[in-house]
């Protein structure tokens, strides 16, 4: 087989290395339990440089900037199983039982973009892509939340060292290099995209709340709370005024 996964229990980051690009290499990515307890997932593949010359070039010293590799790509599709795996720890702090995965997030946030309405100057293509990858990297760390005291700037920097370690997974490339933009396009908060997907992201985890309230016969104000008056965009503020609207009419009717 071209690549396998095993577990590690230790807590250093091996560097990327081969001697001979025909020859199999690994790498070990630290694995972030929700106690954010380190597990370290060892990735194993064949073919980690792909060589190329360059175009007008006898040289072939430098790394492909194109495609990954078959190898490269279902190592990465692999790594980002966790993300379908790992639940969202929200929903488990507060005791909901079978909740929705990190993936399941994304992807409603992906639909959100895909059936917004056209807005002046904003790319739904972009918001589509900056969706999917947004939190990408907590196929390492795991879902980091407010209850778990981690400092803003520090989960940026486990995120981003994650994000690394991930792309290079990846092979590098233009893929890679695009994964990179869009997570820090939606990190910053930098662009009309961005502040479009951020309150998709409050959006969509309102609408999950008011899911599991009616599924369950919770009470979440947290999550109410915790985005009232954040949302930027004029589309966000219509979405989770109707949900907040749909909301309140159920509990006075409770």
Same mark, same amino acid.
């Given at each position: 087989m071209a690549s396998s996964v095993s577990v590690a229990p230790k807590s250093n980051i091996s560097p /990327? !290395?081969? #001697?001979?690009? +025909? !020859?199999? /290499?690994s790498t070990k990515i630290p694995f972030f339990s929700y106690s954010l307890t380190p597990r370290l997932v060892s990735l194993h593949t064949h073919n980690p440089i792909k060589?190329? #010359?360059? /175009?007008?070039? @006898?040289? =072939?010293? !430098? *790394?492909? %900037?194109? %495609? $990954?590799? =078959? +190898? &490269?790509?279902? &190592?990465f599709l692999t790594l980002c199983h966790r993300l379908k795996s790992t639940k969202r720890k929200g929903w488990i702090n507060h005791g909901i039982k079978g909740p929705e995965s990190i993936a399941d997030h994304m992807y409603r946030m992906a639909l959100m973009a *895909?059936? $917004? &309405? &056209? *807005?002046p100057g904003v790319n739904r293509e972009r918001c589509i892509k900056i969706a999917i990858v947004h939190d990408i990297a907590e196929a390492i760390v795991g879902d980091i939340t407010p209850s778990d005291g981690v400092p803003? @700037? @520090?989960?940026s920097r486990m995120e981003q060292k994650a994000l690394d370690e991930m792309c290079k997974v990846l092979g590098g490339g233009m893929r890679a290099e695009e994964i990179k933009e869009l997570w820090q396009e939606y990190e910053n908060n930098s662009t009309l995209e961005a502040n479009l997907v951020k309150d998709f992201d409050k959006v969509e985890m309102i609408l999950q709340a008011l899911e599991y309230e009616t599924e369950h016969g919770k009470v979440l104000d947290e999550f109410f709370l915790s985005t009232a008056g954040k949302i930027q965009t004029e589309i966000g503020k219509q979405w989770a005024a109707e949900i907040t609207s749909r909301r309140n009419s159920r509990l006075a009717n409770k």
């Open positions: /990327f !290395h081969c #001697s001979n690009p +025909s !020859h199999k /290499f060589m190329v #010359s360059g /175009f007008g070039s @006898e040289n =072939p010293t !430098h *790394l492909c %900037a194109s %495609a $990954s590799s =078959p +190898s &490269d790509t279902i &190592d *895909l059936i $917004s &309405d &056209d *807005l803003k @700037e @520090e989960k």
